[in-house]
């Protein structure tokens, strides 16, 4: 494949890293997408045979051949989203994970026949306008490319600050806010589950900063003990993240929990990646405006998507609609059911 150098004040960058990763980062959105939607498809088949639903306890998934499909697609779609990692600054990653729910959204009303009104179509429109946007502007090169480097950038003050805090923030909001505002308040579960987050995609990048060189035979990263410990670190972050994150949606509607939860856990990442791996060193300002302009459009896109994507916009779709019931000047709308991918 015949690339570009890429010049950063006055030095120059191959782009093939970056290439490879943006691919597979967008890969990684498409095929998680699609897993919900393979899977949705299996589970309503399952519902219509009759079995006991999953939401009841039932486990009449396991023998439909669809159901693993959508779970193999989710495997290949967190395997290329890790590689994605590996190649590209986690800062052009992170944020491109709002492809997934864009996907979704599109699938579902073409295969489940759920239907997207005008401002959920204008929604998926501005999502891939503002990923192109920061895609455009995103860092393209950064000081940390090997596992030997990442190893010492680990010890760095600034980081260990920042993990510091992460920590004394996390077990202060368990033990204060957690027993108080837990089930009241949305952004005390999310909060714990994006901060510790942050540091679960910081591992991820280094344990495939790990592997990569191992492929390549520069290192044999499965007898360095860094590599270990960052791996049980990368697992028990994901536990945690994921704990926090069923519980939120447990208790909240998905409607408000995805958008909360996107810009908090990508605004934490790219502070994480940032101090980390020095990502943002060599951007221009224009570039920094460009990716903070392509966040917020994204930021919005996934906003009013999951906020009025059932909404109805005229009164002939209100009348058609059974679910919608109108009590003097107070409208009740159906709510937002919508998978989340994390």
Known sequence: MKTFPIIIDGKDYDNTSFIIGLALAISSSLFIGSS???KKIALRKINASGNVRASAGGYGYLK??????GLLTMGVGEAANLL???????ALVTPLGALSIIVTAILSSRFLNEKLNVIAKISCFLCII??????LHSPKSEEVKTFSELADKLCDYLFLIYVATIIVMSLFVKVIFVPRFG??????YL????????????FCKAVALGIKESIHGKLNVFSHFMFWVLLAGSIFCIMVQMNYLNKSLDIFNTSVVTPVYYVMFTVLVIIASGILFREWHYMSPAD??????????????????NIFKDVPLSFREINMNPRVRWNSNVEELPTNNYMLNH
């Open 36 to 38: 919900f939607i393979i």
């Open 64 to 69: 439909q051949w669809m159901w693993w499909l």
């Open 84 to 90: 994605a990692y590996a190649f590209a600054p986690a």
């Open 130 to 135: 503002g990923s192109v946007i920061f895609i």
């Open 183 to 188: 089930n009241s308040n949305v952004l005390v």
């Open 191 to 202: 909060l714990m589950c994006s901060s510790v987050g942050s540091l679960t995609v910081v």
């Open 288 to 305: 920094i405006a460009g990716c903070c302009c392509g966040f917020l459009v994204v930021t919005t896109a996934v906003f009013m998507l």
